[in-house]
C-alpha cells in the first residue's frame, strides 16, 4: 500500500497521519460520525478481547468447584495459556514487522526499529530482550495472579453486591460489557498521571518510557509497581455488580490489550489492499512527547478536560510547547524563591 495516501514522512523517514485524533463523537455533537465511531469501538480490537474472553471461560477456566481452591495445577496452567497467547499475539507481530519488516516503514511512526538502537538503560543494551524478560518474568505472572484471585473470589461468592448471572441480569451485562472501555480509560489516566508525577516517574514509570521507540514487547515492560496499578483495573469488578465472563474481557482488555497503543505502526497490511487500524496513534504520541494523551483514545477525553490531549495537530504542538515553556517557568521561579538572599 501506498502510505503516502493516508499520511507524510519527513526527512528522517518518520510518518505521520493526515488525519487528526478526535474524541468520541458525542461529546462535541458530531452524531454523523456515530457509524464510524462504532465500527472503530468493536474493530478490531474490543471483539478479539471478547472473543478471547469467551474461548477463555468455555475452554481454559476449570469449574467452580475447582476454582474455589487455591492449587497450583489450574493457577499453572492459567499462566501457561496467558504467556503463551501473549507469545502468539504479540511475538507474531514482532516477526512480521520488526524482524521480517513485512512492510517495511510503510505506517510506521518512528522510521528506526529499536533492535538498531542498542542502550544502557535495558538489559544487555537491548530493548526487545529486555521487554520481552520484563514481560514475561514479571508482567504475566502479575496479570496471572489477578485474574486468579478474582476468579477465586468468584467461585467463593466474595463480591461487594455479589455476582450477577446472564439469565436474570443480562440488559445490565450487556452494558457493563460495553462500559468496559470505560472503566479501562478512566482508570488507566487515573494510574497513568499519577506515576508521571516526579517522584513516582523516576522510580516506577521511566522503566516503560525507556522505550521511547515502543514495539510490541514494550507493551508490557513496565516496574512491578507499574504492572500491580495497571492490572488492578480489573479489581473493579469486585464493586461493581458484575459476572466473571465480563471480568475477564476487562482483564485481557489490559493483558492483551496493552498491545494496542505500541505496535508501533499506524496500519498493519494484511493483504496488498487491505490494512489493519491498530490505533496505536494516541499512545505513540504519549511515548514521544511524555506529557500528553495519558488516557487512551477519547473515549472519555480527560486529557481533553485536563489539557494534556495532542491530537497530531501543529496546532497541538504549539499548545504543547506552550504549556511546556509555561511549566518551565514555574520551575524557575520556584527554584529562585527558595534561593538564599545574599
Known amino acids: 500500500m501506498d502510505d503516502l495516501k493516508y499520511g507524510t514522512r519527513d526527512k528522517r523517514g518518520n510518518w505521520t497521519p493526515t488525519a487528526t485524533l478526535e ?15 462504532l465500527r472503530d ?42 504467556a503463551a497467547g501473549i507469545f502468539l499475539l504479540y511475538g507474531a507481530i514482532e516477526m512480521f514487522f520488526y524482524i521480517k519488516r513485512k512492510q517495511e516503514t510503510r505506517f510506521k511512526f518512528n522510521a528506526k526499529f529499536p533492535s ?29 495472579a489477578a485474574e486468579v484471585g478474582m476468579l477465586w473470589c468468584y467461585a467463593n461468592g466474595l463480591h461487594a453486591f455479589g455476582w450477577l448471572d446472564w439469565q436474570d441480569n443480562w440488559i445490565w451485562l450487556i452494558a457493563l460489557t460495553c462500559l468496559v472501555p470505560v472503566i479501562h480509560e478512566i482508570h488507566f489516566f487515573c494510574i497513568h498521571r499519577l506515576i508521571h508525577t516526579p517522584r513516582l516517574y523516576k522510580w516506577i514509570h521511566s522503566v516503560h518510557h525507556n522505550s521511547v521507540n515502543p514495539s510490541p514487547w514494550s507493551s508490557l515492560s513496565m516496574h512491578p509497581v507499574e504492572h500491580l496499578l495497571y492490572f488492578a483495573e480489573i479489581l473493579w469488578h469486585l464493586i461493581i455488580p458484575s459476572n466473571p465472563i ?45 506529557e500528553v494523551n495519558y488516557g487512551a483514545d477519547g473515549l472519555v477525553p480527560l486529557d481533553k478536560w485536563f489539557g494534556y490531549w495532542h491530537d497530531g495537530s501543529k496546532e497541538a504542538e504549539e499548545q504543547m510547547k506552550m504549556r511546556f515553556r509555561k511549566k518551565k517557568e514555574r520551575m524557575k521561579a520556584k527554584q529562585s524563591k527558595s534561593m538564599p538572599a545574599e
Open 23 to 37: 474524541i468520541a463523537p458525542f461529546w462535541n455533537g458530531k452524531w454523523h460520525k456515530m457509524g464510524h465511531f
Open 41 to 82: 469501538f468493536i474493530w478490531p480490537w474490543n471483539a478479539f478481547h471478547m472473543a478471547t474472553a469467551l474461548l477463555y471461560w468455555i475452554f481454559v477456566i476449570p469449574d467452580m468447584e475447582t476454582l474455589k481452591t487455591l492449587s497450583m495445577g489450574w493457577v499453572l496452567y492459567l499462566f501457561a495459556v496467558n
Open 116 to 144: 538498531e538502537n542498542p542502550s544502557d538503560v535495558f538489559w544487555f543494551k537491548s530493548q526487545n530482550l529486555d521487554n520481552f524478560l520484563r514481560s514475561f518474568f514479571v508482567g504475566i505472572p502479575i496479570w496471572t
Open 246 to 290: 465480563v471480568m475477564m474481557f476487562n482483564s485481557h482488555a489490559v493483558g492483551y490489550g496493552a498491545l494496542n497503543g505500541h505496535i508501533g505502526f499506524d496500519k498493519l497490511e494484511v493483504t496488498e489492499e487491505t490494512a489493519l487500524d491498530t490505533h496505536a496513534y494516541a499512545h505513540y504520541l504519549h511515548h514521544k512527547y511524555f
